[in-house]
């Protein structure tokens, strides 16, 4: 990518209402941190897992680097800006340093929070908690296993007392194996599974490699090995007439990582997914009754069990075993 387009791109990024940091990393509100500032509601990872929304910085360390160019995916990509797929950092490329990086992600979080003080809906127990951000989400755009000093980042954020939640694509099985051998495992790990097969996944998740299904199996392999040392989630992102298919394939998957949960969730039609180039339409998210039928499907298969739901968000949870279920909410206290 041109140094040219990448601004480019970060400028369009910037107007919707993402903070940029340092060269690659950014923070932005969403939709329930917002909600959740003047108590009207949290997003489902409060009802699953205990954690406040308004005390979670929603983040990338890699903003404009993935290695897909999934269909679904909210952020404005150089696809739909009509330029070359690539977006993989150069070699000459200059990472921010960790430390650096959690600063100012930090920074621009409080300055979100410092938004509602004097708003009348705001209390002042939730905005005393807003200041003390709690939970690291490094998921909101791009993948976060292609920033080189990751083990760095999250043993920080540890270090100053944070949650950390790791979302990604499963695209770079070697950076996880990393985290494991330095004792930096986040404490929930998100591994995307948007795919039942080949197939699907090159069609639905547009890798840069076509050896990047094959590493996503080996991503399985791994989040069975370190059963017990984290908690592990597959989230899976379903559309219509894409991925939203193959029960028993994906069943399959399921069986093959043993991750703690599953996430079954609709995609939902906002950002770059509403660009017309990737030929989305509204009707080709889910609705909720689609969503628990396809969820009692994989229950059927793979005897992992519904917990939970989150209707807003069109999103359903499944448990692997009763353990499992008894910790589901051990984060809640911190």
Not at 173 to 194: H, I, R, T
Not at 320 to 325: A, G, I, S
Request: charged letters at 30%.
């Amino acid at each position: 990518m041109l140094k040219s387009e990448m601004m480019e791109m970060l400028d369009i990024l910037k107007k919707q209402g993402y903070h940029i940091v340092g060269n690659h990393s950014a923070v932005k509100r969403c939709k329930w941190f917002k909600e959740s500032m003047i108590g009207n509601g949290t997003c489902y990872k409060n009802k699953f897992y205990g954690i406040k929304s308004h005390q979670c910085v929603q983040s990338t360390c890699a903003l404009q680097f993935c290695s897909q160019s999934c269909i679904f995916c909210w952020r404005t990509m150089t696809d739909d800006l009509g330029l070359k797929f690539n977006e993989q950092p150069s070699k000459k490329f200059v990472w921010d340093k960790p430390d650096q990086i959690l600063d100012g992600l930090l920074k621009e979080q409080l300055r979100f929070v410092s938004g509602y003080k004097g708003n009348n809906k705001t209390k002042e127990k939730i905005l005393k908690e807003a200041s003390n951000p709690k939970l690291l989400t490094l998921s909101l755009a791009g993948e976060p296993t292609i920033y080189p000093n990751l083990v760095e980042l999250i043993l920080s954020a540890k270090k100053r007392g944070m949650i950390v939640f790791l979302v990604t694509n499963g695209t770079f099985p070697e950076a996880l194996k990393k985290l494991a051998e330095k004792n930096a495992l986040p404490q929930q790990l998100y591994v995307s599974f948007d795919a039942s097969n080949r197939e699907v996944y090159e069609k639905t998740c547009k890798p840069s490699e076509k050896k990047l299904w094959d590493k996503y199996l080996e991503t399985l392999d791994f989040i069975n090995s370190i059963k017990g040392k984290t908690r592990t989630v597959l989230r899976m992102t379903l559309v219509r007439n894409q991925n939203f298919c193959c029960a028993d394939e994906y069943a399959e998957l399921i069986k093959k990582a043993q991750p703690d949960y599953v996430e079954i969730k609709s995609f939902v039609f906002v950002g770059g997914a509403r660009n017309p180039n990737r030929k989305l339409k509204l009707s080709d998210m889910l609705k909720m009754e689609e969503i628990k039928e396809f969820t009692k499907d994989l229950e059927k298969l793979t005897k992992y069990k519904f917990v939970d739901e989150h209707i807003p968000s069109r999103v359903t949870l499944l448990c692997r075993d009763k353990n499992v279920l008894a910790n589901r909410k051990e984060l809640q206290k911190l």
